[in-house]
């Protein structure tokens, strides 16, 4: 795969950025001024672009304090390059990253079904009791 990383994204790659978040149930509903914000506000975001067709073929971002704790959202690779390494290289650009690589614990929330997949890269469910809570407005 012929590919370029990117971590700053002009207008066109903010409204590819909002289609592959239509495919997912859990970014669907968000807006291209929300998106903007977001990428805006976020430490780290890594774009995949395709360089034979300059798409946009995969996204993924974290927030991080740089030395204690980062978290990773969104990855997401379009639906046609799925299965083809895209999460793998934007998982380890996200790990790799200055901004992350030094960091104790980074973390992430998935569905049950990708578990497998992100242990693969480290990651575990044994959270020392911890557990996930949200505070919804």
Known sequence: MNFKIIEEFDENQLKEVHSLFKNEWWTKERQLPEIRKMIESSGVVIGLID????????????????????????????????????????????????????????????????????????????VNGSNLMRYKR
Do not use: Q, W
């Open 51 to 126: 360089n034979d067709t300059e798409e946009l073929i995969g996204f993924a971002r974290a927030i991080t304090d740089t030395l204690y704790r980062a978290f990773i959202f969104d990855v997401i690779a379009k639906e046609n390059s799925r299965n083809s390494g895209i999460g793998t290289i934007l998982m380890n650009s996200i790990l790799d990253h200055p901004l992350v690589r030094e960091v104790d614990r980074v973390e992430l929330y998935c569905p049950e079904r990708l578990v497998g997949y992100y242990e693969k890269f480290g990651f575990s469910t044994d």
